[in-house]
């Protein structure tokens, strides 16, 4: 997992204020031990291998629930992390590419709609665009006709999901971004050309990303309350 900002981030919320967040964050550090201990190959896909691969997200939901529960605004980060949970089991198999990738897309517009349009930043949209463009048109030309669209879409929903998620800033941001690298990696792996040690890069970086961005709605409850 990203040591470094997701460290720092969940030492920021294991303070005084918050005693129980390292406590219940204790399941989805364990969990996310499992999956890298077993590090069950690709190849032998199972309902095992989908719950091992699921159980760290599914963590998190829970501990959503546990330390923030209540308001629709929490619902919306949980209800994105229960689509992450399908959209991992998904992958698992090669034939559920697609409805995987339509369970990420529905997460990404929930993290849309939790982090809000304020403040709307339209530079940093187009910043954005700007920069995934050239990486999303190259990593078009390697894709099936018949999965181009969905791609397409699919990557735009990401780069609403950063956008939002980089205006919000502080750990929403780091999520987003870790959240991008991850499905860019994902995309060049499956699409262009296999990298190496290609599972283990997406894998750490996008449980750093959902535990930064489960993050960003404690901290934002907790504004809420002040």
Excluded: N
């Amino acid at each position: 997992m990203d040591t470094g900002k997701a460290g720092q981030t969940l030492k920021t919320h294991c303070s005084a204020q918050r005693p129980d967040v390292c406590r219940w964050l204790s399941p989805f550090i364990l969990s996310c031990c499992v999956y890298f201990c077993l590090w069950i190959p690709k190849d032998q896909p199972s309902w095992v291998a989908a719950l091992v691969k699921c159980l760290p997200i599914l963590c998190l939901a829970a501990f959503l629930w546990v330390v923030s529960p209540g308001g629709g605004y929490t619902r919306l980060f949980q209800g994105a992390l229960l689509c992450s949970a399908v959209g991992d089991a998904c992958l698992i198999w090669p034939e559920a590419f697609l409805p995987g990738m339509a369970a990420f897309a529905t997460t990404h517009l929930l993290y849309v709609w939790a982090f809000g349009f304020s403040p709307l930043q339209p530079g940093l949209l187009l910043l954005i665009i700007l920069t995934s463009g050239p990486y999303l048109s190259l990593v078009l030309q390697h894709v099936e006709p018949d999965m181009g669209l969905p791609v397409a879409a699919y990557a735009l929903i990401l780069m609403a999901m950063l956008w939002r998620g980089l205006s919000r800033g502080r750990s929403a941001g780091w999520g987003g971004l870790l959240f991008t690298l991850s499905d860019g990696v994902l995309a060049w792996d499956t699409f262009v050309q296999p990298l190496p040690h290609a599972r283990l890069v997406v894998m750490t970086t996008y449980y750093a990303a959902q535990l930064l961005i489960t993050l960003s709605a404690l901290r934002s409850q907790m504004a809420k309350t002040d």
